[in-house]
């Protein structure tokens, strides 16, 4: 059985992370991340990629993407950590990754999940103690769409954390539901369209302490229906 795709909707929104090796740092000072922000805004162009927001920490970047196909996307990122690396080996006389493997990118499923996408990047470094706004922070391009947009709603209670990567927690979501693809003999296109192994599957991913959302990213089954199965089997409540 086939690894899931990491995207499995079509959609032109991704939210992307690039850490660092072993989660090191890999912007040291402001020279380090303006170039990398530099580098960032010159190829966009080049591989017709918008940049809707962004935020440069230590050791990770976060990006939100907008791009008329995933191919387009990986040749933006892998040119863009590229070039970064190169420049950060040359300038620290060093050889070897800078990166931590591939970077990892997240589709953008609806409206609600987007914006809530792009609160949850600038409100990254509030969320890390370094400081009280968004607006204080010199790396991200919050003041600039401020600007452009106007102001960002609330961040919802639920979404604290919704964009948190958890390799292990992908990984094994992953497994479970191939495995459980497989044992059912079905793809995921069949299964979603049995409400009784919909109910199946979801209890189990739950049982696991898998998220909602990464239920929904993995299986491509909507989180609201998600939710109602899981309140109408007593598994959570309201």
């Known amino acids: 059985m086939p690894r899931l795709p990491r995207n499995y909707f079509q959609t032109s929104f991704y939210h992307v992370i690039s850490q660092g090796i072993e989660k090191n740092f890999i912007f040291n000072d402001n020279n380090e991340i303006n170039k990398y922000i530099s ?5 966009n162009v080049e591989y017709f990629v918008k940049i809707i927001a962004y935020c440069i920490m230590n050791n990770h970047a976060h990006l939100l993407l907008e791009v008329n196909n995933v191919t ?57 103690g370094i400081c009280n706004h968004p607006k204080e922070y010199p790396y991200s391009n919050y003041n600039e769409y401020i600007e452009q ?3 960002i709603f609330q961040l919802q209670e639920e979404y604290n954390n919704f964009l948190e990567y958890e390799e292990d927690k992908e990984e094994k979501c992953i497994q479970i539901v191939n495995n459980f693809l497989q044992d059912k003999n079905r793809d995921m296109i069949q299964v979603s369209r049995n409400i009784e192994i919909i109910k199946e599957l979801v209890t189990i991913l739950k049982k696991n302490n898998i998220s909602l959302l990464l239920m929904e990213k993995i299986t491509g089954i909507n ?5 109602k199965i899981l309140e109408d089997e007593n598994i959570i409540s309201l």
């Open 39 to 43: 580098f960032m805004k010159k190829l």
């Open 72 to 128: 387009n996307l990986s040749a933006y990122m892998h040119r863009l950590n590229t070039k970064y690396a190169q420049y950060y080996n040359k300038k620290h006389n060093r050889v070897g990754f800078v990166f931590r493997n591939r970077f990892k990118s997240e589709g953008i499923l609806s409206e609600e999940y987007l914006y809530n996408c792009i609160n949850y990047i600038f409100y990254n470094p509030v969320k890390a």
């Open 149 to 151: 947009n106007g102001e």
């Open 223 to 227: 989180r609201k229906k998600i939710k």
